[in-house]
């Protein structure tokens, strides 16, 4: 199962935390999202897409629980009764889910399901951009992956996309124009997009490549405080972190920069807490009423300062990561209030084969925190960017004052060396 929109991702248990069989994923285009790029589908994993979450949905956990629950069984029916009259089963899965109100649903046929999974293991065919929905009817560009084929067409986080071949995105669902932007993921095929930025409005037309995507960078600062930048819980992902903390010099404070991050798998996210916890809760979640806990191993850092950065695309499974650290005392968190994904998604076979990919439930920080529709809020808020938005990459970029403010805090927690 998966938490999350983006990438969330799951079939079959992927890991086991303390007896929980885990193949939560949150998503957020992994969410929102992937339409091109790392976490396909619904979190932002590369080209995944951030999805909007409605505020009201989170406003009593329970009641919104209930409001995004899908009839899994009478969705197997549409879907078994499509086929029988010889429609496409996806099709009408798809026409269902909907119309359910669960509003990260997703389906996928067998191929768009498979390049799904692709996709946690960090690779993809796409055009290397993540999109999410930042209003109503309007879906913008998220984040460009360094040269990428988006990338070298020169598009930014922040372009609006108003058409790919010549469909128009109003109206569609993230996942809908995910699709449109992976195509059939064959290399080498073109897809045409329309872009608009500020007054200018133009088409591009982008060749298809295979991506490989690095969701971990490692930088030291002039002042000696380790920038760990996490792009995305996809595979390896934890270790990887949990390597970076092993890794620096003693004393030697880290900005964990967890911005743009639309999510990804659920047990990477808790290996990535357990580089900063010796053991302990991280969150708790239900699977249709069923409550459930996820617990760090023991032996993390828990001396070494830390402080978080955080914004507006910070979702779902890197939500759970800020939550935990937040509540747990062991984190000053900074920047902008995260983007408030904390649904759980399982998926489910369907007759012919699609997958859809349902909410089950929602998670809770430590301290009992609903985070779905809500998000949360830093210790230390900072105004969002451009030298950031949208998931830039990472370093000092000019202007970054969340950066700024972080390190001054870590400084004051005795961080600098």
Known sequence: MRAGAGPEFCRRPRGVLR???????????????AATGSLPRREDA???????????NGANG?????????????????????IADGKSGAKAAEEFVSRSGDRWGAVYDKREYAEFEQALDGAYTGVGLSARRAARDRVEISRVQAGGPAARAGLRPGDRLTAVDGRPVAGLSVSQVVALLRGDGVPGSTVTLGVERGRAAWTQTLRRARLATDPVTVRRLDDGTVLIRVAAFTKGTGERVRGAVRAAPAGAGVL??????????LAEAA??????LDGGLIATYDVDGEQHAVYAEGGGDTARPLVALVDGGTMSAAELLTGALQDRGRAVTVGSRTFGKGSVQMPSTLPGGSVAELTVGHYRTPAGHVVDGRGITPDLTVAETDGRAGGAAPGPAAGDRAQERARTVLSGLGGAS
């Open 62 to 82: 329970a009641g919104a629980d209930r409001a995004d629950r899908v009839d899994r069984a009478a969705l197997a029916r549409a879907a078994a009764e499509a």
């Open 271 to 276: 290996t990535a807490a357990s580089a900063f």
């Open 46 to 56: 590369y080209e995944p897409a951030g999805a909007h979450a409605s505020a009201a």
């Open 256 to 265: 964990l920069d967890l911005r743009g991050n639309s999510g990804g798998l």
């Open 19 to 33: 007896g929980a069989a885990l193949t939560l994923v949150f998503a957020g285009v992994l969410g929102t999202a």
